[in-house]
């Protein structure tokens, strides 16, 4: 049995790095900033600014101290901030408040992804593609870290991150707002490109080494398994998420 993981955001400091990632931020998150690092070579005079405009005290980031921050072997550019990622999670009824169910939107869940490189690089695949939302459980869930921020290229601050609880009682919801649920699976019954995606979409990514759980996968309406090479086995989680949105997609130009 795995150890179980609970990820809470509230809780402590969260560090993020590089400029890229910081911009991102403070265009489009900025009060989720608390506090900037900076390298003392760091002459960006557009960074700076947006420091500047939203009032985020800022120190000297003393050589050798990233260390204790984000570890010596980060490529933090010179650049590290807190920030407070709780502030990011949108509710679920309020997220669900926001959509035009008539529009047949796309939502992705993860589903005890815990290896934040996959996080954010699904949620980078997801805004991408033109998905509506990311729907993060508490438990047994990487959460938003630096390396998810970092991993996604800033979308964290660009596309919603929805907060839900239990991922099967969250199906039981989407259901009801008309939401198909796909569940993406090796055995998958459904060939990705047979899917005519004509309703509201919900993406389940299971567990890099377990897959979905077996309850999860009994609530999904569909299970889609993406034809590939007999040479390869498999795809990891957030490869497969973009092939998936990638698909969707092409049948939905218009969230693009």
């Not at 407070?84 to 008539?102: G, H, K």
């Not at 992705?108 to 996959?118: A, K, M, R, S, Y």
Request: proline fraction near 6%; aromatic fraction near 6%; include cysteine.
């Amino acid at each position: 049995m795995r150890p179980k993981k609970r990820h809470t955001p509230s809780q402590g400091k969260v560090y993020m790095y590089g400029k890229h990632a910081l911009k991102e931020a403070l265009l489009n998150a900025p009060k989720i900033i608390r506090k900037v690092f900076l390298s003392p070579d760091i002459h960006d005079a557009e960074l700076r600014a947006l420091l500047e405009k939203h009032s985020i005290p800022t120190a000297e980031l003393a050589r050798g101290s990233e260390k204790g921050l984000v570890g010596r072997d980060t490529a933090h550019q010179g650049v590290i901030a807190t920030m407070n990622p709780s502030s990011l999670l949108i509710p679920l009824p309020a997220f669900l408040n926001t959509l035009d169910i008539r529009k047949n939107p796309a939502v992705v869940i993860l589903g005890e992804v815990q290896d934040p490189h996959n996080v954010g690089a699904i949620i980078r695949s997801a805004a991408a593609f033109g998905l509506a939302g990311v729907l993060i459980p508490g438990h047994n869930q990487a959460g938003v870290t630096g390396a998810v921020v970092k991993t996604s290229a800033g979308m964290v601050f660009r596309i919603p991150l929805v907060s839900i609880g239990n991922v099967n009682n969250t199906l039981k919801i989407l259901k009801e707002k008309g939401f198909w649920i796909y569940g993406l699976a090796m055995d998958g019954q459904t060939a990705l490109s047979a899917e005519a995606f004509n309703a509201p979409s919900a993406f389940v990514i299971g567990n890099e080494g377990a897959g979905i759980r077996e309850k999860t996968i009994q609530a999904c309406d569909v299970t889609l398994s993406i034809p590939m090479h007999t040479r390869t086995e498999s795809l990891n989680a957030a490869v497969s998420a973009a092939v998936v949105f990638y698909e969707w997609s092409k049948k939905h130009p218009e969230a693009l």
